[in-house]
C-alpha cells in the first residue's frame, strides 16, 4: 500500500509560541487566520521552530487571483469545503470575466465577493488568507513571492514557473517563509493510481526498465488561423496582464487560452501537460535531472504567425541507465499505445501505461530471456484527485504537514519541462551540470532566464 496519500490524515499537534494570538480564537476565526500569516515574517527568522496551525476546524479566506479557467476550478473546489472556506475576493484583468465569477459565486455561496483589477490590492488586504493563482505562466512567479512577502498561504497552477531561474528562485522563497504553505496545482500527485502504478515499476515486476515515455496528442481538429495584431478590448487591462512579459501588440491568438503557445507566456504543450505526465515518468524511476536532452519538432500543422510554440514536438531525455521520451502534438489525437495522453514504462517483460483513467500492465513474452510470464491487469483511477489536492492544501494550513504537490515537486518538474523545450529552441543536444545549475552551452544557458518588462522584475529573496 503506497502512504502518500494518509498524510493529511495524521494528527499533527503544534508547539505553541506566545506570541501575543488572542487563543480565545474561536469567535473570530479569520482574526486568528490572519495574524498567524503576519506573524510569518517574525517567526521565518528560527527555521527550526515549527508551525504555528490554526486548528482543524478555522475557516480559511481565499482569493482568486486569475478567474477565467483552471483558477475558477480550482475556487470550485475550495468552495467544497463549505462553511470552512470563504471565497471573498476575486481579481482578473479582464472585468467581463471578473463579473460573470462574481455571479457563479454568488449562487454558490450567497455572497458576492470583493472584485479588483490590480492583485497587490487583494496581496494588502489583511482578511486573505491564502490565494490561488490562476493567472497566465509567467506571472506565476512574481505573484507568488509577493504573496509570501505579504503573508499568504498560496496554491500556485502549474507550471510552477516559467523558467529554470524561476523555479530554483520560487523554492528559495517557500524556504524563507516555512510557517506558509504552497501547493502547486499538479493534482496528480493527490491520485492514487499514479503512485500505485509507480510503486509495480519500482517492484522489479516488469524486470529492467530502460525506456520510458510520456506523451500528450490534444486532437484539436483545425489549427488556429493567424489573425492580425489589433487594439485590446475595453474591458481588458492589458498592461497588467503582460505584466512581466515583453511589451507587445494585443493579439487575440496571444491572450486567454491561446497564451499557451507563445514564448513569452508559456511553454506549449511541454508545459501545460508535461509537468504532469513527465513527473510521474521520473517519480516511477526515481530520476533526478538528465545528463542531456537532445530535440526534435516543428510548426507543421499551423501557418506561420499563428502560435509560437512546436505543434509536434519531441524530446530525448539522457540518463545514466535510462531514456525519457517526451512526444506532444496539438492536432493528433491518438498517441501511444491508442492513448491521448499517458506515460509507458517498457520493461524487460512488461510494459505498464499509466493515464488518468488509472494503469494497465503489458507482459512480453514468455521465454528464457523474458522470464517467467505474469499476469496483464488492468486498475481504474479512484476519482480522486483535484479536490483532494485542495483538502491537503488545507490540512497543512490547518493542521501543518507537507503538500502533496510542494514547492521542490514543482520545480523539478517544471525545470525538466523546460530544459525539452531550450532544446527545441537551440536546435542541438545540450548538456546539463547539474551541480552548479547551468547548461554547458552559452545559448542553452541563456534561455534559463526571461527577459523582463522592466517594471515587473522578478523578485529576488
Known sequence: MYFFFSIRKFIFTPFVININLDHTMNSDRRKFIKNSALATAAISAFPTIMNACASPGEKVNVALIGCRSMGFSDLQSFLKEGNNVDCIALCDVDKNILESRAGDVEKMTGTRPALYGDFREVLDNPEVDAVIIGTPDHWHANMMIMALEAGKHVYVEKPMGHSIEECYEMVRAAEKYPNLYVQVGMWQRSS???????????????????????????????????????????????DMWLGPAPQRPFNPNRFHYNFRWWWDYAGGAMTDWGVHLLDFAMHGMDADMPLKISPGGGIFYHEEGAIETPDIQQALYHYPKHVMVWECGLNPGIGPYGRGHGVAFVGQKGTLVVDRGGWETMPD????????????????????????HVVNFLDCIRKGGTPNASVEVGAKTGIVSEMGNIAYRTGQIINWDNENRKFKEVEADKLTRLNYNEKWKLPKV
Do not use: C
Not at 365 to 387: I, S, T
Open 192 to 238: 492514487k493510481h499514479w503512485f500505485e502504478a509507480s510503486e509495480i515499476v519500482k517492484s522489479g515486476q516488469l524486470g529492467e526498465v530502460h525506456l520510458v515515455k510520456a506523451w500528450i496528442y490534444k486532437g484539436y481538429d483545425t489549427p488556429y488561423p493567424a489573425m492580425p495584431n489589433s487594439e485590446a478590448p475595453a474591458h481588458v487591462d492589458y
Open 365 to 388: 513474452r514468455n521465454d528464457e530471456l523474458k522470464g517467467p510470464f505474469f499476469e496483464g491487469k488492468v486498475q481504474g483511477n479512484y476519482g480522486d484527485g483535484l479536490d483532494e
